[in-house]
């Protein structure tokens, strides 16, 4: 089983092909069996059916046609689909595919609380469902627009720190510091809860997956980070084959964030 989630920033807009043939193309050589899409704009459940459909995935999702939303386009068919919208910004996807429990987030931009009372709605509604099943089988994933306290050395040199508070001078709306400080809580609460970070089962060290090449300037180092995550529940660890971020030239063009993908025997 092969899973991808990207942030195709603001609807692949990037991609002015008839059709969004580049990407289409794309997502055909990754040969995957379910993508997780954030930011996937501009789209209607019609248009983002004949997306899908021309690589093949003939069942697909979108959480709504306004904004930023989010979607899952499948192989399998996608059973028991709830959409969250209040009180996500971008909403959120659950559904069951081929046995997974599927959640597809992509969680405020500009407040860490808002993060974090998106998060507490998700893992409500996610104890709710496991009332009503013995298995777990649970795959979050998403932009997350949060910090993992597993990487916090990647960014004890507070360069990111520094941006975002000049970024709150012109912004007063932005909120992302906890106290003057990089939040960790969102991560914190997950993996207290026992979920894998599945990139880390593959990357120990540091990994980004923002910014890619195209939005960076090679005249300045960029500031490395990781907003995007597959977390699995714990029973499926020993499922794990291998969890990558993809890197090539489609990637590095198209999308400030890079994709991941998850492979599960």
């Not at 996500?88 to 931009?109: K, S």
């Not at 890197?247 to 999308?255: A, G, K, L, V």
Request: hydrophobic content about 35%; aromatic content about 12%.
């Amino acid at each position: 089983m092969k899973i991808i989630s990207y942030n195709i920033l603001e609807g692949m807009a990037a991609d002015t092909s008839p059709d969004k043939r580049k990407f289409i193309e794309w997502v055909l050589a990754q040969n995957t069996d379910i993508l997780a899409l954030q930011e996937a704009n501009r789209f209607t459940q019609a248009s983002l059916n004949r997306l899908a459909q021309a690589y093949e995935h003939p069942y697909t999702l979108l959480s709504k046609e306004t904004g930023y939303p989010v979607a899952i386009t499948s192989r399998y068919p996608i059973e028991r689909p709830q959409i969250i919208l209040k009180p996500l910004t971008h909403g959120c996807l659950l559904a069951e595919v081929a046995g997974y429990r599927i959640v597809v987030l992509h969680l405020d931009p500009f407040s860490y609380k808002k993060r974090q009372e998106e998060l507490s709605h998700v893992l409500s509604t996610i104890e709710k469902e496991n009332r009503f099943s013995e298995k777990e089988n649970w795959i979050l994933m998403g932009d997350f627009n949060s910090f993992s306290p597993i990487d916090r050395t990647a960014y004890t040199d507070n360069r990111y720190r520094n941006r975002i508070l000049e970024q709150s001078l012109d912004n007063p709306h932005r909120n992302n510091l906890n106290a003057g400080e990089i939040d960790y809580s969102i991560h914190r609460r997950l993996l207290d809860k026992g979920y894998i970070d599945a990139l880390k089962t593959k990357y120990p060290d540091f990994t980004h997956t923002y910014p890619t090449q195209r939005f960076y300037s090679e005249k300045e180092e960029p500031i490395w980070i990781r907003y995007d995550y597959i977390y699995l529940s714990a029973d499926l660890q020993t499922k794990i084959v291998t969890a990558d971020p993809i890197r090539d030239p489609f990637t590095e063009y198209y999308s400030d964030h890079y994709p991941i993908q998850l492979i599960l025997k």
